[in-house]
């Protein structure tokens, strides 16, 4: 059996095993207690051993630029799929999808399997790429949700903006990943590697950092949730994010002439990452300010948020496993632009039927 599907069946056997666990681990609490130890201190080990196991070069400093660029690039790209599915990118649901939808989840969806398929190196040049994407995710979006926020809202005060970017860039820059990284790039420039740690340590980090995909696996098991409300239309929302992910993606490679394979892999599974938490912390506490001023006039739709985010990670895990799972087919931009199409068809399937549906309809009442 080749082994790029052993491995894609065994990590399903562990999402399967979360899945089975749903049962003996059924609270909120005993599952974000599993993706604490996943972002606190197993991906924080993972990341730091492999920084340390490379020669970071300059091309390294490219990556954080490049995912800031495709952060913005789907941004932008994002009214135009709600208008395609049928939603108001100015209704809350829009509101909420266009904070959503630019966002990435890397550590819980793409990090894991970069790792097993790809390597250390590979898995450096994510970690490094993260960082634009915490930028974009942390501050821009926070921003533009204040400034759509302060339009539905104009009586309310604007006083707490500078307190929350201040909080906001503690959170950047104390995160344990971030803080791994920066001590990982520093050690690497005064030309400490891994060998060169107490055997204590890395040994230590080492045997830390294998438990990270197990348990990420295990909770993408636990934390997978098939909303059957607004179903049909988030999974063909996900599914033409996927699909304008793989144009941008191809646009970057040609664009910038990346030819190594294991580049474009990164690049392309980076950009399937499941939405991000963070959009939603956002949504949440303007949602909380909003019930204290004005709980009719709200900006975004926090039930529609939480709809995205839990079916984002299914839809995420299969692409990204999928893609593994081929092997190199889908670094050649023809076949990339071939799923993108692919991809494209399965998501404007829902409004091409419901529009029917509503023709019909239509056409049964004037007949009637």
């Known amino acids: 059996m080749d082994s790029a599907l052993e491995k894609s069946i065994s990590f399903l056997i562990f999402i399967a095993i979360g899945i089975l666990l749903k049962k003996k681990i059924s609270t909120a609490e005993q599952t974000n207690g599993i993706k604490s130890i996943i972002l606190t201190i197993a991906l924080p080990a993972t990341i730091f051993i492999a920084l340390l196991k490379i020669n970071i070069t ?3 400093l490219m990556f954080p630029l490049i995912a800031l660029f495709f952060n913005g690039m789907l941004f932008f790209v994002t009214p135009l799929l709600l208008k395609i599915i049928g939603i108001s990118p100015n209704s809350p649901s829009g509101k909420s999808a266009q ?17 097993e398929f790809l390597g250390d190196d590979s898995l450096a040049k994510a970690a490094m790429a993260d960082l634009g994407n915490k930028f974009f995710v942390l501050f821009l979006l926070y921003l533009i949700a204040l400034q759509w926020h302060y339009k539905t809202n104009l009586n309310f005060e604007k006083k707490s ?6 909080s906001l860039l503690k959170t950047l ?6 803080v791994f990284i920066f001590v990982a790039i520093l050690f690497v420039s ?3 590697t891994l060998d060169k740690l107490p055997t204590i340590l890395a040994s230590t980090l080492t045997r830390l950092s294998t438990i990270m995909t197990p348990l990420v696996l295990i909770f993408i098991g636990l934390a997978a949730k098939i909303q059957k409300k607004q179903f049909f239309q988030i999974a063909s929302l996900l599914m033409l994010r996927a699909s304008f992910t793989l144009i941008i993606v191809a646009g970057i490679v040609v664009l910038l002439k990346v030819s190594n394979t294991n580049d474009i892999l990164v690049m392309l599974v980076f950009g399937l990452s499941s939405c991000s938490f963070w959009p939603f912390a956002h949504i949440a506490s303007i949602n909380a300010k909003e019930n204290n001023q004005n709980p009719d006039n709200k900006t975004f739709n926090t039930n529609f948020s939480l709809a995205i985010i839990a079916l984002s990670l299914p839809i995420s895990v299969a692409l990204i496993l999928g893609i593994f799972t081929a092997g190199n087919t889908f670094t050649e931009i023809h076949t990339m632009l071939g799923l993108s199409g692919v991809l494209f068809l399965i998501g404007i399937g829902y409004p091409i039927v419901t529009k029917i549906k509503n023709s019909t309809i239509v056409t049964s009442n004037v007949t009637g």
Do not use: D, H, Q
């Not at 903006?161 to 201040?166: L, R």
């Open 161 to 166: 903006i500078k307190s929350k970017v201040k």
């Open 58 to 60: 300059s091309n390294f």
């Open 99 to 115: 904070l959503l939808l630019p966002s990435l989840a890397p550590g819980l969806t793409c990090f894991p399997f970069i790792l």
């Open 190 to 192: 005064f030309g400490i």
């Open 173 to 178: 820059f104390y995160e344990p990943v971030n």
